[in-house]
């Protein structure tokens, strides 16, 4: 079998390429031309994957590749991700997050019609909800460009099903972390930080709106859901949730919790990080992915905040062993040992290995 993963250098992208390669899978990802290379997620895996340049802005590069590759599953999840931004770019997100859902489905159309097709769609859609917990018939109300976005891509994807037959499912996916999830969201913003003021980088640590209300999985969970939707005999949506929701509290709670500290004495509030419109609480009820799909999230809230915490104590460990073994080569007496251990090989081979942080972040 051969997949196509758009956003393979993401975080669900790298997940979901090392699940499809333990199936036995050939896996091609799309990446974007860029002049530096930022490969981090899916560095353990370059040997196994073959790589192919394309952008979801440009339909001449997807049509390229679908017709050399000829995949058998195509998942989309390339999207300008990040809800705040799409204030600040919002023909940019609508370009990418909703017209590049098209663009791979007409790319699908005209050169594999026979591949099955997964859009990741998400719980921004349901925004300010109109019932609790949001099921795959809860109306939409987005809240954000973003969520507009993403609204145009899940219906575009049952309009391709319903108007070509092809077998295009959407997956509503509730908010999914993991060491690997970018600096900029928030549950990682929080156990980043909180691994640097343990390691008296840091004093404080400057959050939005505390009130707001997730429901948090585990990013490996969701991909192997997203794999098992196109298992299916029939193309359908499915929510994927777990069903609990935590407030941004909480969150910073357990983060801080996890290192024996108390949040209340480091967290301060910044009127700028506080949304233009909010998505104040989410709650998704994957009955139907349990009863046809038979899937289970297998990580709770708390196992995985402690495992975001523990992976960015090591993540800044590191940064520090790598300065000092930088500092011990300046003064002539660094010897490759001891606190210089950097080998970033080794480093990627962690099974949930973070991603370093970016200049910005
Ligand atoms: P992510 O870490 O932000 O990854 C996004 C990926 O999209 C990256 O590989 C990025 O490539 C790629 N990309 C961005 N613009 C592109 C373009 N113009 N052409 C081609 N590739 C482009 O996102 P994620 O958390 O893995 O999420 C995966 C998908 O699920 C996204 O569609 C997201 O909207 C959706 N989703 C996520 C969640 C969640 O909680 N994680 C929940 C619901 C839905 P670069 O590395 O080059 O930037
Ligand atoms: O982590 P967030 O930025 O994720 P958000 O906006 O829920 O979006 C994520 O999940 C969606 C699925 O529902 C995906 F479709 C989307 O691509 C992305 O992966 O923010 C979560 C909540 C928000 O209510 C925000 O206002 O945390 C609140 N928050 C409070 N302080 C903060 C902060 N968020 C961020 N990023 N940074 C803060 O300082």
Redesign the pocket.
């Given at each position: 079998m051969r997949a196509l993963i758009?956003?393979?250098?993401?975080?669900?992208?790298?997940y979901l390429a090392e699940l499809l390669l333990s199936k036995g899978y050939e896996v091609f990802g799309?990446?974007?031309r860029?002049s530096v290379k930022?490969f981090d997620?899916i560095e353990a895996l370059v040997d196994d994957i073959k790589l192919v340049e394309?952008?979801?802005?440009?339909q001449s590069s997807l049509d390229s590749v679908m017709h050399s590759v000829q995949p058998d599953e195509v998942y989309?999840?390339?999207?300008?991700?990040?809800v705040p931004v799409s204030w600040n770019q919002p023909v940019l997100t609508g370009?990418?997050?909703g017209l590049?859902v098209m663009r791979v489905l007409e790319a699908i159309r005209k050169h594999r019609p026979q591949a099955k097709f997964l859009q990741?769609?998400?719980?921004?859609m349901f925004g300010k909800v109109r019932e609790t917990p949001q099921t795959e018939k809860t109306p939409f109300h987005p809240r954000s460009p973003?969520g507009v976005a993403?609204v145009f891509g899940h219906y575009i994807t049952v309009n391709y099903r319903e108007s070509y037959g092809l077998f295009a499912c959407s997956?509503?996916?509730?908010?999914?972390?993991s060491p690997?999830?970018?600096l900029e969201?928030v549950t990682r913003k929080v156990t980043h930080q909180v691994a640097r003021i343990k390691c008296g980088h840091a004093k404080k640590l400057s959050m939005g709106n505390l009130d707001a209300q997730r429901d948090w999985g585990f990013?490996a969970d969701?991909v192997r859901a997203m794999w098992m939707m196109l298992q299916q005999p029939e193309p359908e949506d499915y929510v994927l949730a777990t069903g609990k929701t935590h407030s941004i509290r909480e969150l910073l709670a357990a983060a801080f919790g996890a290192v024996g500290l108390d949040w209340e004495e480091y967290v301060e509030i910044d009127p700028k990080l506080m949304r233009p419109a909010e998505v104040d609480c989410l709650r998704g009820d994957a009955s139907k992915a349990r009863e046809k799909l038979g899937w289970e999230p297998q990580v709770g809230f708390e196992e995985l905040i402690k495992m975001m915490v523990e992976a960015d104590l090591e993540v800044v460990q590191k940064a520090e062993n790598g300065i000092a073994f930088a500092a011990s080569l300046r003064n002539g007496n660094g010897n490759g040992n001891g606190n210089g251990n950097g080998s970033s090989k080794a480093e990627s081979g962690h099974s949930h290995a973070a991603a370093a942080p970016r200049s910005g972040d």
């Open positions: 758009t956003g393979i250098t993401g975080q669900d992208g790298s799309i990446v974007r860029s930022k997620r394309g952008d979801l802005t440009d989309n999840l390339a999207a300008q991700s990040f370009d990418v997050t590049g990741a769609s998400s719980s921004e973003y993403k997956a509503i996916g509730f908010n999914h972390e690997r999830r970018g969201f990013a969701y």
